[in-house]
């Protein structure tokens, strides 16, 4: 009985918010935004505020359709994930990912967002920024770990999703590209084994915040994400790391209908 | 005269929240996720926001009969054990430790239990999470050592509870797993005369957020506790810890309906 | 003229605060609790929120006569001493310093002051735990030493209170019984000179919060109790502090009475 | 159709807003103040408080007309810049840098602009100032060196701001005045490349807050500014900041008339 | 036209306010009180809240004139001044110091300021203690070093204040009290060619606070204050600072009736 409100509901939320959005829109080009070089990546979570939950539910759909419209409207021009961290994280309850070629953009995305009558609710807990880089492969590191490096993560959904931002120490800047280049070595082949079951993307923070690098990982399995964490812990590279985390950010991926219908029980 | 008073309410607070609960439930086999490997165990803590107190008796009543109904329904498929900080604690009132096989299915009962009408009185304060993972004996462990590893600590009730967060430093992590054994059998052998009084269990936490381990303890001498900790900060491994506590979350071990009968009051 | 009114507010405050408290009360054997070992003190501070002092003085009063109530209640049980913190310290505006032989009955304490109709206007700043422990003397400490140690602080009024938390190293516990002893010996040599007019009792934090000591300290010479300190600073045992205050509460020892009275203004 | 209307918001903004400015108002000489030595520069960011955007359109638009007054009023004696971080930083939504020759000038703009109808709905979220000098050059330093460094960066728009605060350690102060310049002297060499599109300006802080350094970034492009500090983090100067962002503020550059323009949306 | 306006709201708030205080109150002998060892010196800062500023001018000017009350009963037994540091520090927006022979006195101070109508408008910053000495001369100091420190700082209105709390590492305590005072003679050096231009005091915070030292500076010339500062940092002393600043508070010095008027309008 339960279960048939809650699916009727759904229907409901997801019949309202779909009719909001009429107009076609041409979609950004998502996949090259998120394999080429030469990309922003934003990363920007936020907490829904005390108010959020006390509202009437036809109050917090009409403020979901405003979130959809955002949302769809700003995808023309940029890829924007979304990610939802309440339950699994106590930095804050939801996690947007916004590649674009200009921050400009992904600057007035965030203030559409957050000047619309959903983000009134919304207190931002963080934002992070990188740009993605062409893989920078270690002078004679072998063809066949690179040619390994290449093959990309099993298909399949990984609902998972974990945001680790890193900091290096000034020893490490100091370091000559050579020996910088030959601890990223070992610290890629550490990683190797876990390449099927853990997908990663890597961004390069320096100077655009207090980071120097953030780290995305998707998976299904939550264990050989652990496993591939502590076996990176233990290679050299990881001693010059200033900050870890601080906050990881764990949250399980979302599409956008899937985030609305949470946010709208 | 007063205690009769709140023997009546007592009596009145279950006999309202027992009401609501009416179909039978088929526990999640309890025993099995509380005692086997590859469990995910979640610490949530949280803080009654300062409106909590100021609603009235009848209001309270009616929000903590649906906290039993969340809690009920999602023990068909996790344990879920809570715990009264508040008084013994600054970092939080109430604390959930879930144990599942998939965060997805924590998150979910989070996301119901801050949803519903008494999760709007709750701050998130922190969430933790770890795996279990099979006792890793030192090898060459002697027998002797082992097997009164096994001997389960004394039965009867242990009403207090304490969980300390611990984060390792960079040069554990490039220690040799001989060198970490040597370490963790001389941790071991430390902790031993306590096992009686004070039980232990032991979270792997690393890259699910910023810790590698979250212990957890159970105990009615809370004397015995603090020898044991005393202890463990004397042998050598306790130099690699990195954080331990901050917070240290000490509590009473509570039944679902003692909260209910406490919050109530 | 200011005076006088002043005086019969006071009158009046504690007429109407002492009427409600109509049944004898035994009140716990508190020497025993102040001198014995074994014993757990607990130090809960509370600021005050912004609605507080924004009431009418009779809702002030009606709300103070109930603290009264809540302490004097529990005072059956466990020796119960407040102190002002406002004004002296940033931390917190009120300090309780529980002593009891179970933390449960502390808890109880605290969680009935939190829900009593005063308690809905504090915020917890902080809390500490300590258990007294028999003196251990240093082996081969000159009995001269060990009289002049019990030889009590000079009687009369010590309007101060200071009550430092304290960490020691990782350094620390990995020293000898021996080598801590002969720090100690050389940290008591160095108080012994403001023994008469500062009092001191120390309580043993390790495992019940994220710390290993807390100290007490009452005066009325607060420029004693800094050359007490600047003395302690000085030997070798203060070297393992890593953390050493923060906070360092300051206060005023008052009685109840002179509690409600000044907050009843 | 959504562009016109915002088009014609736009306009309605902007006349609303020149309406109330009647008086001429005689600036001050902003080049001198941005270009000389001895003139204070302050950094104040500000966050907008909950209440901000639930507010009607023509309340905000009367606010920001008071804003806009204030600004104006105090350009007559100071250099006054406005960025916009909402959305690139979550420090703050509004930064202004101030150029004066008094700092006690800069906090009447500041008081005035806290007190106004717009103010109340600011929060501070930092304040710091520091002190423009004569560039020092190293003794030695090539004439080549010292000629490249006074070609200004290429004309045109720079939409992209970054602030960095910086601490410096012990060490380094103790450093001989020879040892500091040499390594400048590579810091120096190090940003030349960059000086075409990242503009510079140091302001020095040591005393007036918690910092030694401020140091302002203008950019269009933000790679080139990535480069530029991943190549000051590898010179040995470098090792000696304490502190170097926390927070690093990254906005965009706007006039007073855009910043209004997108608060009024 | 504004400024007349300004200066008859100047005139009326002064005339108001000045009607208050009919007693004639006899002033604490404050010259001795800022001069003589054995004083307590309290730096107590607030910020006001958010509502302060929504207040109608009527209300907030009956709310300064009780201000003004409180401060005056109170300058019959101690010193107080007051500083405005909103606009130049993000700390807070008001400071008092307050010079007292005992701690109670300040207490009662500060618990009538905070219980006042003004009073709830203002949330506590920060509260900082320490006691002036008789300057502790090195042995061993030449005359002319001794006399020079005499001379007073010129005559002449100081508008700026700067106040930076210092705690020293347990490296400092542990030197001998020669190396300390080698250490204090490099150090007043450096000072020395400041001494005219800024004045300086010092009181002595151990275990009264978190700190060691409270050092106050008033200066006319804030690049001289910053030329001071740049100079201790470079003397031996200075590595042995743990704490320096964190906050530094920079604001301007006040009279009671100036924070009055400002706060008026």
């Known amino acids: 009985m339960r279960l048939s409100i809650m699916t009727f509901m759904r229907f409901v939320v997801l019949v309202l ?52 419209g955002v949302v769809e409207q700003h995808r023309e021009k940029m890829a924007i994930d979304v990610y939802l961290l309440r339950g699994l994280s106590d930095h804050a309850d939801l996690l947007f990912r916004v590649h674009a070629t200009e921050l400009r953009e992904t600057q007035q995305f965030l203030l559409d967002l957050q000047g619309s009558l959903f983000g009134k609710h919304l207190t931002t807990a963080g934002v992070m920024h990188g740009l993605t880089k062409k893989a920078n492969y270690v002078p ?21 999703v974990i945001v680790i931002p890193i900091r290096k120490d000034a020893d490490w800047w100091s370091l000559s590209q050579e020996q910088r280049a030959a601890m990223m070595q070992e610290h890629t082949e550490a990683a190797l084994p876990y ?53 990881t950010l764990l949250g399980t991926v979302k599409s956008l209908d899937e985030i609305i219908e949470t946010l709208a029980q």
């Not at 922003?40 to 979130?67: C, E, H, M, P």
């Open 140 to 160: 004679g590191m072998p063809d066949s770990l690179k040619a390994e490096l290449k093959i990309p993560s099993d298909p399949g959904s990984k609902p998972y």
């Open 195 to 247: 390449g099927k079951t853990v997908k990663r993307k890597l961004y390069h923070a320096t100077g655009l915040d207090d980071l120097d690098f953030i780290t995305y990982f998707e998976t299904s399995r939550l264990e050989d994400f652990q496993s591939l964490i502590l076996a990176l812990e233990k290679v050299k590279e990881f001693r010059h790391n200033r900050r870890f985390g601080h906050p």
């Open 17 to 68: 918010v779909g009719l909001v959005v009429v107009q076609a829109v041409e979609a950004a080009d998502r996949d090259k935004l998120l394999s080429e070089p030469g990309v922003y990546g934003t990363f920007a979570s936020f907490s829904l505020d005390a108010d959020w939950g006390k509202q009437n539910q036809a109050l917090r759909i009409a403020q979901l359709t405003v979130l959809k």
